[in-house]
C-alpha cells in the first residue's frame, strides 16, 4: 500500500467512519496533528490478544504523549465479543468496529490478509512503519520524542535570535 496513505480514502470519508464503542463515527482526522498507530484485530484471534497486551504497555507510558494516539480496529462480528475483549484486555484507547469482519472498510483498502496488523502513521499520513513490533514502535516513539526536543530547541535558540535583533535595530 505505498508508502504515502491517501487520506481521502482511508477512514476520511463518511463511508469509511467507523463507529466505536459508543456509537460515535471515528476516521483519521479524528487524531489531527498525531502519529497514529493503528491497529488491527480481533477477539477471536490468540496473537491479537497478544499484540492488544504489547500495546496496553506502550499506551501506559504514552498515554499523556500529544503527539501520538492509538486507533484499535476490530474484524469482530459480535459486538458482545467485541465489547468483552475491550474490557478483558484493558483496551483504554480508541477502539472501532463495523462488525463487518474481514468487509471491514480499511481491511479491504489496505489489502490487509492477517492478523494482528498495524500502520504507524505521521500526522501527514505518511506511513512511518508497517506491522511493526513493540521493540520497533518504541523505537519510533523515541525518535519522534527526540525530533521534538530538537525542534523546541531550534525554536528557542531563533527567538532568542530574532528578539536579539530586535534590541540592535
Same mark, same amino acid.
Given at each position: 500500500y505505498g508508502d504515502h496513505l491517501d487520506l481521502h480514502s482511508f477512514?476520511? $470519508? $463518511?463511508?469509511?467512519?467507523?463507529?466505536?464503542?459508543?456509537?460515535?463515527?471515528?476516521? $483519521?482526522? @479524528?487524531? &489531527?496533528? =498525531?502519529? *497514529?498507530?493503528?491497529? /488491527?484485530?480481533?477477539?477471536?484471534?490468540?496473537q491479537s490478544m497478544e499484540a492488544n497486551a504489547a500495546l496496553r504497555r506502550i499506551y501506559k507510558k504514552e498515554e499523556k504523549n =500529544? *503527539?501520538?494516539? !492509538?486507533?484499535?480496529?476490530?474484524?469482530?462480528?459480535?459486538?458482545? +465479543?467485541?465489547?468483552e475483549a475491550i474490557k478483558r484486555d484493558t483496551l483504554k484507547w480508541e477502539q472501532s468496529c463495523d462488525f463487518s469482519g474481514w468487509n471491514t472498510a480499511p481491511i479491504?483498502? !489496505?489489502? #490487509?490478509?492477517? *492478523?494482528?496488523?498495524? *500502520? /504507524? !502513521? @505521521?500526522?501527514?499520513?505518511? #506511513?512511518?512503519?508497517?506491522?511493526?513490533? +513493540?521493540?520497533?514502535?518504541? &523505537?519510533? !516513539?523515541? +525518535?519522534?520524542e527526540q525530533k521534538e526536543k530538537e525542534k523546541k530547541e531550534r525554536d528557542r535558540k531563533s527567538t532568542r535570535l530574532n528578539s536579539s535583533h530586535q534590541i540592535i535595530s
Amino acid at each position: 500500500y505505498g508508502d504515502h496513505l491517501d487520506l481521502h480514502s482511508f477512514p476520511t $470519508r $463518511r463511508s469509511s467512519d467507523l463507529p466505536n464503542a459508543k456509537g460515535t463515527q471515528i476516521s $483519521r482526522t @479524528s487524531f &489531527k496533528d =498525531k502519529y *497514529l498507530l493503528i491497529h /488491527f484485530w480481533a477477539s477471536w484471534d490468540p496473537q491479537s490478544m497478544e499484540a492488544n497486551a504489547a500495546l496496553r504497555r506502550i499506551y501506559k507510558k504514552e498515554e499523556k504523549n =500529544k *503527539l501520538f494516539a !492509538l486507533w484499535g480496529i476490530s474484524l469482530d462480528i459480535d459486538r458482545k +465479543e467485541w465489547e468483552e475483549a475491550i474490557k478483558r484486555d484493558t483496551l483504554k484507547w480508541e477502539q472501532s468496529c463495523d462488525f463487518s469482519g474481514w468487509n471491514t472498510a480499511p481491511i479491504k483498502q !489496505l489489502a #490487509i490478509q492477517a *492478523l494482528p496488523a498495524n *500502520l /504507524f !502513521l @505521521s500526522p501527514s499520513g505518511k #506511513i512511518e512503519g508497517k506491522n511493526m513490533s +513493540e521493540e520497533d514502535i518504541k &523505537k519510533k !516513539l523515541e +525518535e519522534i520524542e527526540q525530533k521534538e526536543k530538537e525542534k523546541k530547541e531550534r525554536d528557542r535558540k531563533s527567538t532568542r535570535l530574532n528578539s536579539s535583533h530586535q534590541i540592535i535595530s
